[in-house]
């Protein structure tokens, strides 16, 4: 167990709608990372928070947002939903910004778009 | 464009023997790279890091290996164990440059073999 969690596990939805997944951090990380992984496809960064700021973005789709609050939580918005969309998404945790922090990833969203 | 390329989708290995797995990339402005293990229903989670000051990393039984020369680089695990099953990803990133997220390799299936 990373200590990183997200909900929902699962979620299926329908093409136009749009959705949004949750992720807790590691108690006392301050960074929040985003990645979608596609069928055959390695992870993609989308983009990363910290302490509630936007740090870096990645190939984030303009139809997707993120937001870190106070508590350091994050979610992801994913809107106008495609079929393209159907992917695992996984957040990580690191304990600061720099590249050498290890990442520490949730086990993942499963996102099916019908 | 991948920038992170594991050739190998899958790799089987008899239990006891040597398990080689092979990373190349073509951004030569990585500096700094990682090796992550997954098992299915669960989030990557970190196995071995090297800087690109170094051309060889130990923990245990794996070693990473970085030729920078050729850009490549390999994670020996020695010797293989059944719980060593599960699909491992190649990840890089530039430590000096922008706040990119990790770039990740498609992975390798490694089945270790009774």
């Known amino acids: 167990d990373s200590g990183v969690t997200q909900t929902p596990k699962h979620l299926i939805t329908a093409t136009g709608q749009r959705v949004t997944l949750r992720c807790s951090p590691r108690s006392g990380d301050l960074s929040v990372y985003w990645y979608q992984q596609s069928l055959d496809q390695g992870l993609q960064f989308l983009i990363q928070y910290y302490n509630g700021e936007e740090r870096a973005k990645g190939n984030i789709l303009e139809r997707f947002s993120a937001q870190q609050f106070p508590d350091l939580h994050s979610e992801l918005n994913l809107s106008s939903l495609e079929l393209g969309d159907s992917a695992l998404y996984f957040c990580a945790s690191s304990v600061a910004q720099g590249k050498t922090d290890t990442q520490y990833f949730g086990p993942g969203t499963r996102l099916t778009v019908l | 464009d991948q920038q992170v390329k594991q050739n190998s989708p899958s790799l089987s290995v008899q239990e006891g023997r040597i398990s080689i797995l092979n990373c190349d990339y073509t951004n030569s402005m990585f500096d700094y790279f990682l090796w992550y293990k997954k098992y299915p229903a669960e989030g990557p989670t970190f196995l071995i890091s090297?800087?690109?000051?170094?051309d060889k990393n130990e923990d245990g039984r794996f070693t990473v290996f970085l030729n920078k020369s050729a850009k490549h680089l390999s994670l020996h695990i020695v010797p293989s164990q059944p719980g060593d099953s599960a699909v491992y990803f190649c990840?890089?990133?530039?430590?000096?440059?922008?706040?990119?997220?990790?770039?990740f390799g498609k992975g390798t299936h490694l089945i270790i073999q009774p």
């Open positions: 990840a890089a990133s530039d430590v000096g440059g922008g706040a990119d997220g990790l770039t």
């Open positions: 090297i800087s690109s000051i170094k």
